[in-house]
Nanobody
Framework: QVQPVETGGGLVQAGGSLRLSCAASGNIFLFNTMGWYRQAPGKQRELVASIGRGNLTNYPDSVKGRFTISRDIAKTTVYLQMYSLKSEDTAVYYC?????????WGQGTQVTVSE
């Protein structure tokens, strides 16, 4: 299986936390910058976190200080720790390479933040 498998989503109240996991195959994981993307209803998919060579991370202003991306090389897993969640964080979250490869989109995991 080529596509990553995302887990950890759910329903959480505003201000709460969630930790997402992405199990990726070795080839995807070891040779690319990995990222977490999200897509809210009616909106385009956007990159919300990336981790590259030397574990250098990058975030857009909308999540900076609230989201943390990390990875476990031995487990070929990428994580997204999300704090202080807001209703606008509601979306389906996916992991993929950066830039993304269409063949690598998985099913995603739904995150719903209630007020």
């Amino acid at each position: 299986q080529v596509q990553p498998v995302e887990t950890g989503g759910g329903l959480v109240q505003a201000g709460g936390s969630l930790r997402l996991s992405c199990a990726a195959s070795g080839n995807i994981f070891l040779f690319n910058t990995m990222g977490w993307y999200r897509q809210a209803p009616g909106k385009q998919r956007e990159l919300v976190a990336s981790i590259g060579r030397g574990n250098l991370t990058n975030y857009p202003d909308s999540v900076k200080g609230r989201f943390t991306i990390s990875r476990d090389i031995a487990k070929t897993t990428v994580y997204l720790q999300m704090y202080s969640l807001k209703s606008e964080d509601t979306a389906v979250y996916y992991c993929n390479t950066v830039p993304y490869v269409n063949a690598f989109w998985g099913q995603g995991t739904q995150v719903t933040v209630s007020e």
